[in-house]
């Protein structure tokens, strides 16, 4: 028996299902076929540690907006507070801009896109 015939039946593949055509399937997945790729993106990130901060930097150097959700990292205030200045110290040199929507939620913005944070009334 092949190594093919063995993955298969490990997957539990039918003989008449092609391995190749199953796995350029499974790749696929990932794909959104019903919306065209984005020049940007909103991304939402769960802060947990200080390591996030090196994702939201790239993201935000992709010129991504983060929805940063901070209630993970809520129960250590002063941790937080001084990721947040890092962060806004990061957002200042990037020229991006940063704003509390509420107890949980932060939005970051990269390069050029500002937040308008007075209210119509």
């Known amino acids: 028996m092949g190594f093919l015939q063995k993955l298969s039946k490990a997957l539990g593949l039918s003989k008449d299902m ?4 199953w796995m350029d399937t499974f ?9 065209q790729a984005a020049d940007f993106y909103v991304k939402p990130v769960a802060l947990e540690s200080e390591a996030d901060l090196k994702v939201i930097e790239d993201e935000l150097k992709n010129k991504n907006i983060i929805l940063l959700n901070v209630s993970p990292m ?3 205030t002063s941790k937080l507070k001084t ?11 990037l ?6 929507i509420d107890n949980e939620k932060i939005l970051l913005t990269p ?11």
């Open 18 to 21: 092609d391995i190749e055509k």
């Open 27 to 35: 790749e696929l997945e990932d794909v959104d076929v019903l919306h």
């Open 74 to 76: 809520s129960r250590n």
């Open 83 to 93: 990721i947040v200045s890092e962060l806004k110290e990061f957002i200042v040199r």
């Open 95 to 100: 020229n991006g801009d940063i704003a509390r």
């Open 111 to 121: 390069t050029k896109v500002k937040i308008v944070k007075s209210r119509k009334r």
